[in-house]
């Protein structure tokens, strides 16, 4: 089994490109000595078993190599430039669009009254 906070560390590199630490690191760029060198006695035992989830879940380009995991760090901060970019766009578009329904409630509650 692997240890949940082994897990985490995976599932917060692949999503969010968060800087993993040695072990973990050295198990994603597939350098088996550093890997046992920086190993816990847990992490150790469950290496064959994270070595399987992540062959068997995790995105070929995000690990296997040093320069994989390096590309897939840096990459990491483009995503997320771009994702804050996109959020930002979002919640321009949603303020405008609620701005318009405002307006478009004013003008139709404004045609309403003028029945009366």
């Known amino acids: 089994m692997i240890p949940q906070r082994i897990k985490d560390g995976i599932d917060l590199y692949v999503t969010h490109g968060i800087q993993p630490g040695g072990f973990l690191r050295a198990v994603l760029e597939n350098d088996l ?3 046992v060198q ?40 483009e995503r997320r430039a771009k994702s804050e970019a996109l959020s930002q766009a979002l919640a321009s578009r949603d303020a405008a669009l609620t701005e318009s329904h405002a307006r478009g409630a004013q003008r139709l509650a404004d045609l309403l009254g003028d029945e009366d």
Request: net charge negative; with cysteine; glycine share 4%.
């Open 38 to 77: 920086r190993a816990d006695a847990e992490s150790l035992a469950a290496l064959p078993v994270i070595v399987c989830y992540l062959y068997s879940n995790v995105r070929a380009d995000c690990w296997g190599s040093r320069p994989a995991v390096a590309e897939w760090l840096a990459g990491a901060e």
């Open 33 to 35: 000595l550093r890997a």
